[in-house]
């Protein structure tokens, strides 16, 4: 899918960085193409519905903001960063609190896939209440371990589940530095 340039959607779109919304902007007749009305119309009525009204406001199955543009759907975030930086961003962008819907830019950056996937919370299956540690019922000992590109990277076995967490946080830090998330 081609992306729209950023600097229409600089013209289309306001961004506020402090709340993370995007706006509508008020659009001009010369970017509607003739329909069954005048261009003059189409924008006046337009305007009057969208203009200046908060843009990207559904939420996918994912959790994030979605809107369209020229009938092609565009996350929020990846849009933002577009206005924002002035380019479509090189790959996945990041919300570095987890929150998918805060879209401030200070809570977004460029990342891998796998820096993107490091920063994920504690998955919902875990019994342990801790993230990266398992309790092994045959040893009776909790174990810390990390996986990061297919390669297991073990961080010891322990009696206290607070210890094995203790362990996995080095791990993380070690090995995705500022994309380490520990809960």
Known sequence: MK?????????MLRYDPETGHLFWENRTFGMF??????KEHTCAK????????????????????????????YRAHRVIWAVFHGEWPADHIDHINGIRTDNRIANLR?????????????????????KGVFYDTRRKKYIASLVVSGRLYPGGTFLA??????AYANL????????SRLN
């Open 3 to 11: 992306s729209v340039d950023p600097g229409l959607l600089r013209k």
């Open 33 to 38: 193409s003739d329909g069954g009305h005048t």
């Open 46 to 73: 337009w305007n009057s519905r969208y203009g200046e009204t908060q843009a990207f406001t559904a939420i996918d199955r994912r959790g994030y903001h979605k809107g369209a543009i020229f009938n092609h759907t």
């Open 110 to 130: 460029c990342a891998t896939n796998s820096q993107n996937c490091q920063n994920r919370g504690m998955q919902s299956n875990n019994k342990t209440g801790y």
């Open 161 to 166: 589940a607070e210890e094995a967490s203790d």
């Open 172 to 179: 993380c830090r070690e090995h995705h530095g500022e994309f």
